[in-house]
């Protein structure tokens, strides 16, 4: 089978039949047999999923910013394929919404330490609906590629071009900071979702270091990125 066409910089690896990216990924870092610019990926009828392993030079709490340029990468890849009636948008720290249903997430995980040596990031997408029972409209908050009229895009070539959008953010993050990358995330930020699935706090902005700054009656209040991944830290 010919694989997805990979930016030259990245070392391509197929995840094992059965194993999910992210997984073969940790599991690669922990044999000491993936590392910088090795990418895992993995496609399905129903899924795809990239996971990008790098080598971080800051401590963890800017290490987590990269899960929001992860999310930047895979909407400016859903951005550059899918017709342009399509709205994607995210929900912090780590959802991806298409038309406003949620289609995915983003996934980061890294050594558990203040300057980590590691971190793996990349995303989990539906193609197309698991079960061909399910019809369109029976699951509201949750969607996929084909159900949002985008069935023409394949797995392989989604992850490709987050791929190439993902090393572009990258540079901009290690030449230029956060800042540019949290204006073009807010842009995209659907604030009337939960925030980390659960909070019920009204959005009031995103600081400097990714944190989401949320404002009830007139008390701010900050959840720290760092804080509320669901796969923070490898054990």
């Avoid at 985008?150 to 572009?168: K, N, S, V, Y």
């Avoid at 760092?226 to 054990?235: D, I, K, Q, S, V």
Wanted: charged share 25%.
């Amino acid at each position: 089978m010919i694989g997805p066409e990979f930016p030259a910089l990245l070392t391509a690896h197929p995840a094992p039949s059965g194993v999910s990216a992210f997984r073969a990924a940790l599991e690669g870092v922990a044999r000491s047999e993936l590392g910088a610019t090795d990418l895992v990926w993995t496609t399905s009828d129903d899924r795809c999923e990239f996971t990008l392993i790098l080598e971080p030079e800051v401590n963890a709490a800017a290490s987590a910013q990269m899960l929001l340029v992860a999310m930047l990468a895979i909407g400016d890849a859903i951005g550059s394929l899918a017709p342009p009636q399509i709205g994607v948008t995210y929900g912090w720290p780590d959802v991806i919404f298409l038309n406003g249903a949620r289609v995915g997430h983003a996934r980061i995980a890294m050594e558990n330490v203040d300057y980590p040596e590691w971190l793996v990031i990349g995303g989990d997408l539906s193609m197309s609906p698991k079960s061909r029972c399910i019809e369109p409209g029976d699951t509201p908050e949750q969607t996929c590629f084909a159900d949002e009229g985008c069935e023409d895009i394949r797995p392989g070539q989604l992850i490709a071009m987050a791929a190439r959008h993902l090393l572009r953010w990258l540079d901009e993050w290690e030449r230029n900071g956060f800042d540019d990358i949290r204006k073009q995330w807010l842009r995209r930020l659907d604030a009337h979702q939960p925030l980390a699935g659960r909070h019920k706090d009204d959005w009031h902005d995103m600081d400097a270091e990714g944190n989401a700054v949320t404002r009830t009656g007139e008390n701010p209040t900050t959840l720290h990125l760092l804080h509320n991944l669901r796969e923070n830290h490898a054990t």
